[in-house]
């Protein structure tokens, strides 16, 4: 069971490794890093759904926060990639702001070009004018080197696919419901989104106070 860390854990990662990225040897490859991690804590990409994304997959014109066109997802036995349209909830518009106005066009002139990849790599392509896609598991390997420096008591442990979990966590405490939730991540069945619920040991004591504030707003509205 890939049960995540807790939001303050989380919290703790992610601001050390954003406030480390000036004064990382190498600030493309760290700040990429970071974005594609930031990925899959906000929206629960999986890995190889955010390797494959090109310029052109970001639409700022769809929805209140504009969505990304995941191409590549995981479909079922035999049926090949699953497309879906992933809201840029959570946070993520703001992080697409920040990777496309402040980092992206800094790895070479490609970042103009819609079919050029989102997350590069720093070596160009031989035969088309563009950079190199980044590979899965140079990504793994910054999430790795990064828990190991700013979040030690889960370094070996924080996966991609943890981060997953924890998005569905953590969007789930947050009231979004499961089915909303089949969605974001790209399941084809309730149940395995339900796997992915890990919820804090105080939820039940939570509901119930939540619930019972609902009922006193109605009341001292007159409802």
């Not at 990429?32 to 929206?43: E, H, N, P, T």
Request: charged share 25%; aromatic share 8%.
């Amino acid at each position: 069971v890939r049960v995540p860390p807790s939001e303050a854990e989380v919290d703790e990662l992610f601001g050390r490794w954003r406030s480390s990225l000036v004064d990382a040897r190498k600030y493309l490859p760290a700040a990429r890093d970071y974005f594609a991690a930031s990925l899959w804590r906000r929206l629960g990409l999986r890995i190889n759904e955010t390797v494959m994304l090109d310029l052109r997959d970001w639409r700022p014109d769809l929805g209140e926060f504009g969505k990304l066109h995941v191409r590549h997802g995981k479909g079922g036995r035999g049926r090949g990639p699953k497309a879906r349209l992933v809201p840029a909830i959570n946070g993520a518009a703001e992080l697409m702001d920040w990777w496309l106005g402040d980092v992206r066009h800094q790895f070479g002139t490609d970042w103009s070009d819609p079919d050029a990849p989102l997350l590069p790599s720093e070596r160009h392509d031989p035969v088309l004018p563009r950079c190199r896609r980044v590979g899965a598991g140079a990504l793994r390997q910054g999430l790795v080197r990064q828990t190991a420096r700013s979040l030690p008591a889960w370094s070996g442990r924080l996966t991609p696919h943890v981060l997953r979990h924890f998005c569905a966590s953590s969007l789930y405490g947050s009231g979004m419901d499961l089915k909303a939730l089949q969605e974001l991540l790209g399941h084809e069945w309730l149940s395995t989104t339900s796997g992915y619920i890990h919820v804090r040991s105080d939820h039940i004591e939570r509901a119930w106070v939540d619930a019972n504030r609902r009922v006193e707003d109605r009341l001292a509205n007159g409802g």
